[in-house]
C-alpha cells in the first residue's frame, strides 16, 4: 500500500513539475524554473522509492 502511495506521489510530482517548467520557461522565470525542477527531481526520488518498496515487498513473498 505505500509503494503505491509513494507510486501516485511521485508521478504527480512530475507532471506538475513539467508544467510548472513550461510555465517557468515561457514567462522566463529563473524562480519558477527552480521550484519545478526541484518538484521533478522530488518526484523521481518518490518515484523510485515507490517502486523499490514494490519490489521489496514482492521479493519477501
Known sequence: MRGNFLTGIGIALIIVGTFLLYMGYS???????AIAWASVIAGALALL????RKVSAFMDQ
Do not use: T
Not at 27 to 33: I, K, L, V, Y
Not at 49 to 52: A, F, L, Q, R
Open 27 to 33: 514567462s522566463q522565470s529563473p524562480a519558477w524554473s
Open 49 to 52: 522509492s515507490g517502486v523499490s
